[in-house]
């Protein structure tokens, strides 16, 4: 028999292009685990609070090195997907 649970949700958070290296972040258990196009070697691990994201608004975040700080470029949207998970 097959049981089903349902895992943490996976948050894309996508920024207004500026021309930046990076439009869009995968947030799993409040951090990021990808970004796109480029720089997730930058970007994975820094801690982001889902609380506090609002679009159109620049996203606070917590550096590596325990530094808070905002990202620049505001966010455009937000995708939130619930995942589910067999065992």
Do not use: C, Y
Request: charged content about 30%; glycine content about 6%; aromatic content about 8%.
């Amino acid at each position: 028999m097959s049981h089903q649970a349902i895992a943490a949700p996976k948050t894309t958070i996508f920024f207004q292009d500026d021309g930046q290296d990076f439009l869009e972040w995968d947030i799993e258990n409040g951090e990021v685990v990808e970004s796109r196009p480029f720089q997730t070697e930058v970007w994975k691990g820094i801690k982001v609070n889902l609380s506090n994201v609002l679009v159109g608004v620049n996203l606070p975040v917590t550096l590596k090195d325990g530094k808070k700080t905002f990202i620049i470029h505001p966010v455009e949207r937000i995708s939130i997907r619930r995942r589910q998970r067999r065992r």
